[in-house]
Nanobody, 125 residues
Framework: QVQLVESGGGLVQAGGSLRLSCAAS??????????MGWFRQAPGKEREFVAA???????YYADSVKGRFTISRDNAKNTVYLQMSSLKLEDTAVYYC?????????????????WGQGTQVTVSS
């Protein structure tokens, strides 16, 4: 099993920055080859893909965040990060970290078998 805990969410003004972290525990990066991803869900909307990173660092982004968000991972620390810059009102959502066993970059929610509880990001005007 893999447990994921997100942190770093909060309230930020439009144009500002936040860095989310996702710490993995249990059968983590040393035991499994894991692709990692970030998703978000705004009130009244479906969960949507934000960014993903493969075991060896290949990244992929949703068009809505490309150029503003950066996903990275530190395998030694079993941690994945999402650096968010130039935040917009529409980035307001609960952000979820997810892990998928395998070597690819995964962009679909059903590829992920492990999920965190989420962290709230609120962007104000």
């Amino acid at each position: 099993q893999v447990q994921l805990v997100e942190s770093g969410g909060g309230l930020v003004q439009a144009g500002g920055s936040l860095r989310l972290s996702c710490a993995a525990s249990g059968r983590t990066f040393s035991s499994y080859v894991l692709g990692m991803g970030w998703f978000r869900q705004a009130p009244g909307k479906e969960r949507e893909f934000v960014a993903a990173i493969s075991w060896d660092g290949v990244t992929y982004y949703a068009d809505s965040v490309k150029g503003r968000f950066t996903i990275s991972r530190d395998n030694a620390k079993n941690t994945v990060y999402l650096q968010m810059s130039s935040l917009k009102l529409e980035d307001t959502a609960v952000y979820y970290c997810a892990a998928a066993r395998g070597t690819a970059v995964y962009t679909r929610a059903y590829d992920y078998g492990y999920w965190g509880q989420g962290t709230q990001v609120t962007v104000s005007s």
